[in-house]
């Protein structure tokens, strides 16, 4: 299993950035996909999930109206459309995917979000 994020950056208050997640080694459109961050000295936290079909998403109260997750299963990839950023927003960004019971991360890709 491969998760690969990107798409991360320096963006100003009230910008934009999109973040893909590349997934490979197992069946993709099977399993649902979560997008967590972890800011400095806090713990990771949930972001976003989607089902595997896409079907059907959940948000953290903190980015609803401003995060939209989807995924593109021709692609094996997952996405996550992020408006209206805000500083609080700053922190490294993970795609997540749990197998058979195992959680599965990439590495990671830091959204800095500063005028």
């Known amino acids: 299993v491969q998760l690969v994020e990107s798409g991360g950056g320096l963006v100003q208050p009230g910008g934009s950035l999109r973040l893909s997640c590349a997934a490979s080694g197992f069946t993709f459109s099977s399993y649902a996909m979560s997008w967590y961050r972890q800011a400095p000295g806090k713990e990771r936290e949930l972001v976003a999930t989607?089902?595997?079909?896409?079907?059907?998403?959940n948000y953290a109260d903190s980015v609803k109206g401003r995060f939209t997750i989807s995924r593109d299963n021709a692609k094996n990839t997952m996405y996550l459309q992020m408006n209206s950023l805000k500083p609080e927003d700053t922190a490294v960004y993970y795609c997540?995917?749990?197998?058979?019971?195992?959680?599965?991360w990439g590495q990671g890709t830091q959204v800095t979000v500063s005028s």
């Open positions: 989607i089902t595997s079909a896409g079907g059907s998403t």
């Open positions: 997540n995917a749990v197998i058979w019971y195992y959680d599965y």
